[in-house]
């Protein structure tokens, strides 16, 4: 599996996870308070980082969720004050 997907594509799925993840990002700090956006972002973090590293995905498509999952955590350490 590993080399024979187009890592152009997992970068294009993070990117849209961090746009999407942008704008509600402000929303969820007023909602949750800062400790509560970066608890969210963490989590999503560990989860995508878990699923990416030590699960050995065999399946393309949970290579597709972990990266979904980190670029959903970004916003969260990018643009929260």
Known sequence: L???EDPEQFVVVCLYANACA???QPYLVYRFGLRGAVIIGASLL???S?????MFPEETWKLYIA???IGL???FY???P
């Open 46 to 48: 560990c989860v995508g």
């Open 22 to 24: 942008t704008t509600i």
């Open 73 to 75: 955590s970004q916003p």
């Open 67 to 69: 990266f979904f999952c």
């Open 50 to 54: 878990i699923i990416k590293s030590t």
């Open 78 to 80: 990018q643009c929260t």
């Open 2 to 4: 590993y080399g024979t």
